[in-house]
């Protein structure tokens, strides 16, 4: 299990717009960074805490999470409820907030919600003639499958037109996979050909590309060549190897 860590989403901005000070105050921290839920475990408990300087009132929305061509898809739903659904965290504060699992687990791939906490607007202040920035964070919400569920990833390669490298990721498991990095690497050779950062999330059954330039100093290897590619990802670190097509 990934250790739990504590998500910052700090902002200390001042900027002049037109004349008009826009500021925020406010800094969401909320732990654990994602929750899972099961069969077993139909409640996980999330704190959400306000290391600002202003009392923070937070409005919390579930939606159910998909992704198409790469892309997110949020549409909103009753499967996960997130209480309290609006609270107030005063400066050095927390509060709990427990998400719950309204509907039975799929039997045989996981399902995916995203729990987003928007900041909602303070009551207006004669002292203060600006606008105020509002935080919107999210963490995923995982219900694991009756049957184990694990991500398992096919990788493929491909020119372009331009000479650019094409890197291709399909998830064809029953689970989410998020990639850190990846790094790749001709055989034999000592130093990797490129490091791909990334922290992107790819759910099962669903495909990530990313472009990799050109460039003189660094050019794409050639059709025909094979690629060795490490992945650091939250279900541990995988290898593979690739064909690079044209």
């Given at each position: 299990?990934?250790?739990?860590?504590?998500?910052?989403?700090?902002?200390?901005?001042?900027?002049?717009?037109?004349?008009?000070?826009?500021?925020?105050?406010?800094?969401?921290?909320?732990?654990?960074?994602?929750?899972?839920?099961?069969?077993?475990?139909?409640?996980?408990?999330?704190?959400?805490?306000?290391?600002?300087?202003?009392?923070?009132?937070?409005?919390?929305?579930?939606?159910?999470?998909?992704?198409?061509?790469?892309?997110?898809?949020?549409?909103?739903?009753?499967?996960?409820?997130?209480?309290?659904?609006?609270?107030?965290?005063?400066?050095?504060?927390?509060?709990?907030?427990?998400?719950?699992?309204?509907?039975?687990?799929?039997?045989?791939?996981?399902?995916?919600?995203?729990?987003?906490?928007?900041?909602?607007?303070?009551?207006?202040?004669?002292?203060?003639?600006?606008?105020?920035?509002?935080?919107?964070?999210?963490?995923?919400?995982f219900v694991l499958p009756e049957?184990?569920?694990?991500?398992?990833?096919?990788?493929?390669?491909?020119?372009?037109?331009?000479?650019?490298?094409?890197?291709?990721?399909?998830?064809?498991?029953?689970?989410?996979?998020?990639?850190?990095?990846?790094?790749?690497?001709?055989?034999?050779?000592?130093?990797?050909?490129?490091?791909?950062?990334s922290s992107t999330y790819v759910?099962?059954?669903?495909?990530?590309?990313?472009?990799?330039?050109?460039?003189?100093?660094?050019?794409?290897?050639?059709?025909?060549?094979?690629?060795?590619?490490?992945?650091?990802?939250?279900?541990?670190?995988?290898?593979?190897?690739?064909?690079?097509?044209?």
């Amino acid at each position: 299990m990934l250790k739990r860590e504590i998500i910052q989403a700090a902002y200390g901005l001042f900027l002049l717009v037109a004349g008009v000070s826009v500021v925020s105050a406010a800094s969401i921290g909320v732990s654990p960074v994602r929750a899972t839920l099961s069969a077993n475990q139909k409640i996980e408990t999330i704190t959400v805490r306000n290391t600002g300087t202003e009392p923070m009132s937070v409005q919390l929305e579930v939606m159910s999470w998909s992704q198409q061509d790469g892309e997110d898809v949020f549409t909103a739903t009753r499967e996960v409820l997130a209480n309290p659904p609006i609270f107030t965290v005063p400066p050095g504060g927390s509060q709990l907030v427990r998400a719950g699992l309204r509907r039975a687990p799929d039997a045989r791939r996981e399902l995916t919600y995203r729990i987003f906490l928007q900041e909602l607007p303070p009551p207006p202040s004669p002292d203060f003639n600006g606008a105020k920035m509002l935080m919107r964070v999210s963490l995923p919400v995982f219900v694991l499958p009756e049957v184990a569920a694990q991500p398992a990833l096919r990788w493929q390669a491909a020119r372009t037109s331009d000479g650019a490298l094409k890197i291709s990721l399909t998830n064809i498991g029953n689970a989410h996979v998020q990639i850190a990095n990846f790094s790749l690497s001709l055989p034999g050779s000592a130093q990797p050909w490129i490091t791909q950062q990334s922290s992107t999330y790819v759910l099962h059954g669903q495909s990530r590309d990313w472009i990799l330039p050109a460039n003189a100093e660094n050019p794409s290897p050639p059709p025909g060549a094979i690629l060795q590619i490490f992945a650091q990802t939250d279900a541990g670190d995988m290898e593979a190897e690739v064909l690079i097509t044209p």
